[in-house]
């Protein structure tokens, strides 16, 4: 049976006059890598910042494990599961590997009540949970020989793969990846790719907006495909490749 990790229905957002998000409806279930793309503007990001609650919708539904999640803060959906990464890289410099990746962690621990009598030894418990999820986190980011390492010497693509790992550190059900592999030469982005179908089989769902089309096609189970804030198609790689409105709005002949 399908599990739907996320749904979005009748999703729209404006920003004054500029309708960026005109009634987007789709889900990601359990076990898959949905895309999200479309031309610059096309509603990509504005999407992920409404799905992680950094924007509020203008209309529609968000529902997370089955609960409505589109009136509940940015917090409040990373502890029930929902994690994301931005645009833009953003990095503690002198913080080592490991140290900003146990920072995620730290999102998901704040929101959960420990009775204060039992607090010194659910902390000692915690504490090694936490590590063992660094750990993990670490070894599915292909980050463990650099945990030790200062943020600030680790190369550009490392700290976007640790951005990847510090939004993994809450132990999310589904991630969402703005744009991972800005700036990233080829062989980066084949390493990605592969980082992005471990995640996927480790029991995170992705969903993740590219404008590389290679990784986008060889990762995905299936896309979604924007222009102008619309949903013009949904399908597998395949099919969106073939699709004639993707084709003119955004792939070119080419693709
Ligand atoms: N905070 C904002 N205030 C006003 N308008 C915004 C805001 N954020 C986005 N927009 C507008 O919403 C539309 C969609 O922008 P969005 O950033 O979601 O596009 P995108 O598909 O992510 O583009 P890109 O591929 O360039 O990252 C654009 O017209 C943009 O100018
Ligand atoms: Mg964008």
């Given at each position: ?109 704040r929101s959960r009540p420990i009775a204060s009598?039992?607090r010194?030894?659910a ?133």
């Amino acid at each position: 049976m399908t599990t739907k990790v996320l749904e979005v229905k009748g999703l729209c957002k404006s920003f004054g006059g500029v309708r960026a998000l005109r009634d987007l409806s789709f889900t990601v279930n359990e076990n898959e890598v949905l895309g999200l793309i479309g031309p610059n503007g096309s509603g990509k990001s504005t999407t992920v910042n409404t799905l992680s609650g950094v924007l509020p919708p203008t209309a529609g539904e968000i529902r997370l494990g089955g609960h409505p999640v589109q009136n509940l803060p940015e917090w409040d959906r990373v502890a029930m599961g929902l994690t994301r990464t931005f645009q833009t890289a953003s990095v503690f410099p002198e913080f080592t590997v490991r140290e900003q990746v146990v920072l995620g962690c730290e999102a998901t621990r704040r929101s959960r009540p420990i009775a204060s009598a039992f607090r010194l030894k659910a902390d000692r418990a915690e504490e090694q949970e936490i590590a063992k999820r660094v750990d993990t986190v670490l070894e599915l980011t292909g980050l463990t020989a650099l945990a030790d390492a200062k943020v600030g010497v680790i190369s550009a693509a490392e700290q976007r793969f640790l951005m990847i790992a510090t939004a993994l550190a809450s132990g999310p059900k589904m991630i969402l990846l703005d744009e991972p592999a800005a700036g990233m030469i080829s062989h980066e982005r084949e390493t990605l790719t592969r980082m992005i179908r471990r995640i996927c089989d480790s029991g995170t769902s992705v969903l993740v907006i590219e404008h590389h089309m290679a990784l986008i096609m060889e990762v995905c189970d299936r896309i979604v495909v924007l222009n102008f804030g619309a949903q013009i198609a949904e399908g597998t790689p395949a099919e969106i490749r073939e699709n004639r409105a993707v084709i003119d709005a955004y792939l070119g002949e080419a693709a």
